[in-house]
């Protein structure tokens, strides 16, 4: 997969995972790419781990679906984390 591709697959499934989570993420491009491109690493794992398999380790393409799954896992875990932070 070319480098544009993977960022344009990182950056739809950042926006669709932004969009499906309730709350106000506030967050720009460049890390709504980045927050799909880490959910599509994410969801590659959980792909492979229900894959007849089982090698969590090996890096191949998700789908979209298992990006957008991963993106959405990835931005509850960093609202959990910096949940008690308040903005002044």
């Known amino acids: 997969m070319s480098l544009i591709a993977f960022l ?10 932004r969009a499906v989570m309730p709350g106000n ?4 491009l460049l ?9 599509s ?3 590659g794992m959980l792909g492979s781990l229900l ?8 890096i191949g393409p998700s789908g979209l679906i298992f990006s957008i ?3 959405m896992a990835v931005l509850a875990l ?3 984390a910096g949940g008690g ?3 002044v």
């Open 78 to 80: 960093v609202g959990f």
């Open 69 to 71: 799954i991963g993106a």
């Open 41 to 43: 690493f994410v969801g």
């Open 25 to 28: 993420q506030s967050l720009g």
């Open 8 to 17: 344009v697959i990182g950056l739809v499934a950042g926006l669709i995972a």
């Open 85 to 87: 932070r308040r903005a």
């Open 51 to 58: 894959n007849s398999g089982g090698n969590y380790l090996a």
């Open 31 to 39: 890390a709504t790419t980045a927050l799909g491109i880490v959910g």
